[in-house]
């Protein structure tokens, strides 16, 4: 599957955005579907996770309360939807896909990712 995120952008602390990821296939429902983030020198960290049905959400504790996770599987897409932003979710954000239909906080089991999208939250 191919996943094009977008949504990016540059925005002062307290700020809002909203990411989407577009998936190319049809099976884009079977998927479960995370965010990461990669900040300059850093590795790539879970940010939020959905499973395939949409049920279940998890967050990285950093964003918990501020992010929102969610998808609409009749447009193949997911959102991020970020509020409170803060200087230190400074990032490239990429979404990813994984078979199992679940969700995790381990990139590794992720199949398929995004070419992600660069968020920089000034202060």
């Known amino acids: 599957v191919q996943l094009q995120a977008s949504g990016g952008g540059l925005v002062q602390a307290g700020g809002s955005l909203r990411l989407s990821c577009a998936a190319s296939?049809?099976?884009?429902?079977?998927?479960?579907m995370g965010w990461f983030r990669q900040a300059p020198g850093k590795e790539r960290d879970f940010v939020a996770a959905?499973?395939?049905?949409?049920?279940?959400?998890y967050y990285a504790q950093s964003v918990k309360g501020r992010f929102t996770i969610s998808r609409d599987n009749a447009k193949n897409t997911v959102y991020l939807q970020m509020n409170s932003l803060k200087p230190e979710d400074t990032g490239v954000y990429y979404c990813?896909?994984?078979?199992?239909?679940?969700?995790?906080?381990?990139?590794?089991?992720?199949?398929?990712w995004g070419q992600g999208t660069q968020v920089t939250v000034s202060s």
């Open positions: 990813a896909a994984t078979a199992s239909g679940g969700s995790s906080v381990l990139r590794q089991l992720y199949n398929y």
């Open positions: 296939d049809r099976t884009f429902s079977r998927y479960g």
């Open positions: 959905i499973t395939w049905s949409g049920s279940h959400t």
